[in-house]
């Protein structure tokens, strides 16, 4: 078994809170599993400019970490037999294309893996109208495919999340928030995880805080007077983290995320509870599309099902990370990843939007060679 000492966890702690003192974000939360037992729980900083202390318990908007949880829904469906990795998308939802269309050939496993042809479009532009979900069903079947379905990787940043929605839907009978929440947040214990809040809930998220590159928060007293990046505007507004956006708007904590990802590194099942099946899991978690050049990124990218795959030079996983490590990372501010050899679950969640090419990966892949390299020693 793999273990993490006291001293080791006491020279995470210190490169924890050294982000801190450095001023790369206002709050933050490390949390990490090790063989199924939660052995790191950090939090530090404030809420915000202007918040209160951040403790294990704040809730963050972690942005596109929110594609594996909802990915996770689906795979429970396939388990289920209510659809398959090869289906057209038509077979359970007619209406999303016309039949012989260049669109009715996309599967499943091109959503999944972010080769189906249509990363983005003009709902992208129409915040407004992403708490509509009939509008998100129509925006969808609209769409045209920009690239030739099943031949371009290139990041659906937001389509990802309605199209699995929808999927979802359309073969449970349940919206997506709900099945999701039953399904795979419930039994995992996640209790502070949701697809975006609902309308019963207090709004206890942490604020967002943009950067400019190089930008810090010195003093976190002061707080940012001209915050540079837009979507900590849009996303902290309270119409955004109400809707259900499942590639971007969850809500959640260090610890529920690295329960989730210690759950899947652990061949699916974690304390008693079976969230995917082994077999299931090493699919998901297996490289089906990679590009030198993303089409919407313009980065070097691995997909899996619904996750990312590691083991490229300077990617978020850190330096040390191989092909078979497996997770996501949320607009430059958290990110999530599980380790099937060591048998661990990573979640950094922080409230400062950072440049995802250069500062973001950084603060990252620091901590993230940190435990691998503690636990491999």
Known sequence: MTKLSTEDVEQLRAQFDRQLETGLHHGAQLAV?????????????????????TTPE????VFSCTKPFAGAGLHQLVEQGELDYDDPVIEHWPEFADEGSEKAGITVRQVLCHTAGIPFGEFDDQPEQWGDWDAVVAAMEDIEPTFEPGTTPAYHTINYGWLVGELIRRCSGQPVEEYVAENVFEPLGMDRTGIGLRDDEPNDVATLAGFEEFDRCRDVDEGLEDPAAAYAAAFNQDAIQRAVIPAANGISTARDMARFYACLANGGSLDGTRLLEAETVDEVTTTHAETDDDGTLSR???YGLGVWTGGLAADMF???????????AGLGSCFGWGDPELNVGFALVTNGIREESFEHPARIGQLSDAVRLLLQE
């Open 33 to 53: 599993y090790v063989d199924g037992d939660l052995v790191v729980d950090f939090a530090g900083g404030v809420t915000g400019p202007d918040g209160d202390a």
């Open 58 to 61: 704040t809730r963050h908007l």
């Open 300 to 302: 070097p990218a691995r």
């Open 318 to 328: 850190g330096a040390a990370s191989r092909e078979r490590m497996f997770g996501h």
